[in-house]
């Protein structure tokens, strides 16, 4: 089965501009997570999807970040405006079911750096 | 509250040998799943394993076990045999929650270095 794709796989910009991010789930999986992932830390969960409604996102800086899904399949991130502590890779995953003995599956991340 | 704790920030093994990385975890949730992913250099998350809170057994896949113990709160990965190719950082993860969503939190991770 194809895996969790993500675009772009890098993004150079600088403070105050505006980035979006692009994630394919897996093909029938209903949860999909945006998680940041600062260098040296491990992934922190920013929003969560269960189809194409918000289960969680606590996280989420909403002053300056905003994420769709739509129609339940793809989703963006967008972060407007960029400030130098956004740097980090920003990692989609996907999951076939919402129990707790479901695994994520991975996209490869975009790396951001904000200069 | 640091709900995974992995307290290794590093380690360093010998090709062939076997190496355990450290988890502990806090919860009061009943239910729960544990899960180790391995993040290679490229940067992809890989899932290698997952424990679930009820299972009597300890999970095994391949050379990955997980070491369970759960008064104890400890989800310790065990790698046998070490190759080369397992150098890389080792991430615990917990999954909990409820049918209202569960949510995957993770360590900050470990990174082993396997020596030729």
């Known amino acids: 089965e194809a895996g969790v794709a993500q675009s772009p796989r890098y993004k150079i910009i600088e403070k105050r501009q505006s980035v979006a991010f692009w994630c394919n789930p897996i093909?029938?999986?209903?949860?999909l997570y945006w998680y940041q992932q600062i260098l040296g830390q491990g992934p922190k969960l920013l929003i969560q999807f269960q189809n194409n409604g918000v289960v969680d996102d606590s996280q989420l800086p909403k002053d300056r970040f905003s994420a769709e899904r739509l129609k339940g399949v793809d989703s963006t991130l967008k972060i407007q405006p960029a400030k130098l502590e956004d740097s980090a890779v920003y990692l989609c995953a996907s999951s076939l079911s919402v129990g707790y003995n479901s695994p994520l599956h991975f996209g490869n991340g975009t790396r951001l750096t904000v200069t | 509250a640091q709900k995974i704790t992995q307290t290794q920030p590093g380690m360093f093994v010998q090709e062939k040998e076997a190496v355990t990385l450290d988890c502990t975890y806090d919860t009061s949730d009943p239910s729960y799943g544990l899960f180790w992913y391995k993040q290679p250099s490229s940067g992809e998350m890989i899932f290698l394993i997952y424990q679930g809170s009820y299972d009597q057994q300890n999970a095994t896949e391949g050379r990955y076990s997980l070491n369970f113990q759960k008064a104890r709160k400890s989800a310790n990965l065990v790698i046998s045999a070490s190759q080369l190719g397992d150098s890389a950082m080792y991430f615990c993860a917990m999954r909990e929650g409820n049918t209202g969503g569960f949510k995957t939190i993770f360590g900050a991770g470990t990174r082993l270095f396997v020596k030729a």
């Open positions: 093909s029938g999986h209903a949860t």
